[in-house]
């Protein structure tokens, strides 16, 4: 590790920290029904699809509804993005030609993966999908994906702000609000800005272009020109990463020159998929009216990320030991970067690669602008453990906070067993019920993603698909499956997952991942907005002191990761000590 590595690293979260406030206090305002200065520009727009969609702003939904409406638009997101796929091959916007998207299998696996916000690529994107697919079925669900777990989000935060009531909001309004006022205008500031970058973003076919070398082929022929892919690139990269999506339009997401072509261009999006998630914190302490409780939850999350940032990047800069007594320097110096390069872009080195890919996988994002399957095993431990975390390090937007907050709610509902005292979160009980949609919230993720390992490992059908054996094949199928149901999407990319096997049981993960964790969420949000407020009191646990953030972050660590520690010692544990091995 070098001091210009940390400087960078330092850099990123200085910014990210610094836009908190600004764009937390903007979206309560949005979530709030207040003005705000896009009111001029979208306030006719938002009129304007109210009354075509015969939506009454004005009339809320209890958390059934709310519910009920946020799985049939799912659904019918799910249904039109497969379609669309399906019939690729004869609709428009497709310069190269690219047929209906095969197998069936593969297409709902796609569309599972959007829907769900997952963005699992089990396709390459610059030879599978037509601009139009790229456009009208990708990019048009990583804005409503993501807003999803927003409005899920807010619905929570208003069952803890308002009491004795009976309604969380409409999720028609909030979903046109959060496209329209959040997403939409950070998504064309972020890819006006790639694009001055370098980030291509056009919808002419394929170029040809003249190589610099004239190379020869298998058989000889002379190899004289390239085929360049490109496409409307930018607008899908921005939402992309502010969405915390993570599909790429090339099967090299963020590590494609024309997808992250400079250093200024990464960490740009390194903050694109974080800046909401972090600064929903501080909308948080604004609309139950204690930003202090905001900030420590923000807290608590960046303690654990810098942590985890530090054991990627130490675990990588240390390298392989195999290597050494091969006689290869792997030193950082002024003319090598040093350490573990395998599968990382010079452009970027250990560093930036390190710092990404923590960020990455503590968010749902899933891009990568460096091979996970290429790190050391601890630090394919690191980014594996990012994710068993359960999305409560910023996490996805919308779904990191609400995921925290389910663990806010197991902390203290401990802490008040440990004194004797009923336990209450910003004034409200936390009684059997809490406490038991809490625990199906935080079971669901491990259940599913080691269940499917499990099944998996022990089929012929699924180690067919490892390519590497040992170990190693071991972490990979349980890095897709706890990939899949934590709605991330990275990978390690020795599995061979485009198969019927893989497509089906990994489209059924992200899809319980998504709702079945969600549901739990919005039946906690029906019961807590009906309680009353219990006013503080002097044995009132301070749940934005200090000790409470230190207290949450333990109980993050011992009931969000201590479940996958034997399927850990399976994987990357053996491996790494078989590298250090004599």
Known sequence: MTTAGWAQIIIYLVILIALVKPLGSFMARVYQGEKTFLDPVV????????????????Q??????????????SAIGLIFLYALQRLQGILPLNPQQFGAVTPPDLAFNTASSFVTNTNWQNYAGETTMSFLSQ????????FLSAATGMVIVVALIRAFARESAHTIGNFWVDMTRTVLYILLPLSIIVALVMVSQGVVQTLKPFQDVSV???SKDANGNPISTQTLAIGPVASQLAIKHLGTNGGGFFNANSAHPFENPTPLSDLILMLSETVIAAALTYTFGKMVGDTRQGWAILAA???????????????EAAGNPKLNPLGVDQTSSAIQPGGNMEGKEVRFGIPNSSLFSTVTTVTSTGAVNSMHDSYTPLGGLILLVDMMLGETVLGGVGSGLYGMLVFVIVAVFVAGLMVGRTPEYLGKKI???????????????????LGFTAVAVVLKVGQSSVLNPQAHGFSEILYAYTSQVNNNGSAFAGLNGATPFYNITGAF???LGRFWMAIPIMALAGSLVQKKKVPAGAGTLETHSLLFIVWLIGVVILVGALNFVPALALGPIVEHLAMIAR
């Open 212 to 214: 610099l070398q004239v």
């Open 43 to 58: 306030g006719p727009l938002e009129r304007l699809i109210y009354r075509l969609m015969r939506i009454k702003p004005e």
């Open 431 to 449: 009684e059997a019920y809490e406490m038991k949609m809490a625990s199906f919230n935080i079971l669901i993720m491990p259940i599913f993603a």
């Open 60 to 73: 809320e939904m209890d958390w059934k509804v709310y519910t009920f409406a946020m799985l049939i638009f």
């Open 135 to 142: 456009m009208l079925g990708l990019t048009v669900q990583n």
């Open 301 to 315: 999350m960046l303690v654990i990320l810098v942590f985890l940032i530090w054991g990627n990047y130490a675990s």
């Open 509 to 511: 993960d992200m899809l």
